[in-house]
């Protein structure tokens, strides 16, 4: 028959609770930025590249200590993602789409492939292009990875002597 004793130093072992508490934040905000600065970079990836006014508008956001936000900052966003219902849409910007990707330079035949480019999305809407859940799904296990590599180097400073 063996014994196990176990000796508790509480006044050592409060000393280090207060210290993982005034420590931890810090250490999990660092891997908490870690992880939004690489969706952020992965959504780049993924996100559709015809102008790059959309592509270049994603980034991190820090909210509060360990809460960070990633996402475009352009208004029309959430539409390419989720896709756009029948609408009339505006000329300009389906002209200046078609004169990039599709390189269209008479103007004659710019204006007639914009409007009937506008005629069409006033038919049947606009086709989602769902980058944001693609990037969730790559980005998923890396993002969690970062978390527990934060929780236990937070605890780590906090508990080593």
Do not use: C
């Not at 592509?55 to 809460?67: F, G, H, Q």
């Not at 049947?124 to 769902?130: Q, S, V």
């Not at 969730?136 to 296990?141: E, V, Y």
């Amino acid at each position: 028959m063996s014994i196990l004793n176990i000796v508790v130093d509480t006044a050592q072992l409060q000393a280090r609770i207060a210290r993982a508490v005034t420590s931890m934040p810090q250490t999990l905000d660092r891997f908490v930025q870690r992880s939004a600065n690489e969706f952020a970079r992965a959504e780049k990836k993924e996100a559709p590249k015809a102008l790059t006014s959309l592509t270049n508008s994603i980034a991190a956001k820090k909210n509060a200590v360990a809460d960070w936000s990633v996402g475009p900052t352009m208004r029309y966003a959430a539409a390419v993602n989720n896709g756009g219902r029948p609408h009339w849409a505006p000329l300009t910007p389906l002209m200046d789409w078609l004169r990039v990707t599709k390189r269209v330079t008479d103007k004659r035949q710019l204006r007639v492939r914009a409007k009937g480019l506008q005629r069409f999305i006033a038919a049947r809407g606009t086709k989602a292009n769902p980058f944001v859940q693609r990037t969730r799904t790559k980005m998923d296990d890396r993002v969690i990875a970062l978390l527990r590599e934060g929780v236990h180097t937070g605890f780590k400073q906090a508990f080593d002597a």
